[in-house]
Every structure is written in C-alpha cells, then in structure tokens.
C-alpha cells in the first residue's frame, strides 16, 4: 500500500498529477482542490499523502484497474476517507464532487447546508442529506486540525492558485469558469508574486491583452 509520495511532478491534466520516479512515471488522481495546489509546483518536488483503491466492477466483467488519489496534506487525506464511506458517494464520485477546499466542505457539513452542498458535482439533494447525516458531529475536528495545519488561513501560508480561484467565484464566476481562466494564465509560464498580480493576469488575458 502506497501512502505517500515524493517525486518531481512533471505535469498536470483536468483529473491528475504525474510523478517522476525513474523508471516509471506514476499517475496520481486528484481533486479539483488540490489540483489547484499543485498548479505552480509543476517541475518541482512534491509530496502528496495517497489512498490506493481499484477502479472497476468484477461483477460486470469490466477490467480492475489499480488507482492511487492524493492530497497534499494528511488532514484533506482523512476527510476524502470519511467522505467516501457515505452510501453512494465512493472514491469516483468523492473526487468529482471536491472542487472545494476541504475546510469549506466541512463548514457545510457541520452548518447543515445542504443546499449548498448539493450544488457540488455529481452530490444532488439526497446525497447531501446523507452525507450530513453521517459526518456533522465529526467535523468540527477537521475545522481546528485545518486551521492547526495550513497556517491558520493567513494569506501568506495559504496557495496562491487557490486564493485567486476563491476570489474568481466571489466576483461571480462559475468554479469551472474560474478554473479555464487560471489555466490559460498559468500555461504562460509566468510567476506570480501575490493574489492582486495573478488576477490582473487573468483579467489581462480576458481582455485579450
């Protein structure tokens, strides 16, 4: 069982990281989340904390493939676990539904929303019902350990991608809008010192400029 890895990521696609581990390349599924995280790391050393977990259905005699899923914190690990033993969620739908930071989704869960909980990938209204049944009494953990972990939310600890993502979504764009407009930013290749610089960057690029 593999539960870390520490590697050169080489780059990214929409689902996944790919490590460099000589001879092999490893594929690594991830979250929208952390995805983000991992946007300016490209070419870089990486440590991402993994769940192994196979991807298939014997009784349909479709193929078992191997899959490994990481985060780069153990925290987001533990909650991904939890929110995957919900009844009908499992690990396809867990990753599609996580295009929010975990401590977001917990806030959710703990408030009781579920109509905003609802609104995240592939979760419906029953969905949610459930998944906060079962999880609200353990969240309130997950909200000290994050803040305990990632620097308390200042800004200056906290990624720069996924600052400027929250941002985009508070001015108005969608999640998936947010996310085309900071990858086509971000394939240029520039470096970013602040939030301010990077979003000027994106709204630049918007223009056309």
């Not at 590697?7 to 990281?17: C, H, I, T, Y």
């Not at 946007?39 to 014997?58: E, M």
């Not at 078992?64 to 533990?78: A, D, K, S």
């Not at 029953?126 to 953990?141: D, N, S």
Request: aromatic share 6%.
């Amino acid at each position: 069982m593999i539960t870390k890895l520490t590697a050169q990521l080489v780059r990214l696609d929409e689902s996944a990281a790919f490590f460099d581990v000589p001879p092999f390349e490893y594929e690594v599924l991830v979250p929208d989340f952390t995805r983000r995280q991992l946007q300016l790391q490209v070419g870089k050393q990486v440590q991402l904390f993994t769940i192994d977990y196979i991807d298939g259905n014997p009784t349909q005699g479709g193929r078992m493939v191997p899959r490994l899923i990481g985060f780069t914190h153990v925290i987001e690990r533990e909650f991904f676990e939890l929110f995957c033993s919900v009844d009908g969620v499992g690990a396809k739908k867990a990753l599609r539904a996580m295009v929010r930071p975990v401590q977001e989704v917990a806030s959710l869960i703990e408030n009781q929303d579920a109509k905003a909980l609802a609104t995240l990938p592939g979760i419906g209204p029953a969905t949610a019902e459930r998944v906060i049944a079962k999880l609200r009494r353990k969240m309130p953990k997950f909200a000290l350990l994050i803040q305990e972990e990632m620097g308390g939310g200042k800004a200056s600890d906290r990624n720069l991608v996924e600052e400027t993502h929250e941002l985009l979504v508070s001015l108005g764009h969608s999640d998936s809008d947010a996310r085309q407009l900071l990858d086509q930013t971000l394939e240029k290749g520039k470096k970013y010192k602040d939030v301010e610089s990077l979003l000027q960057a994106v709204y630049q690029l918007q223009r056309g400029g």
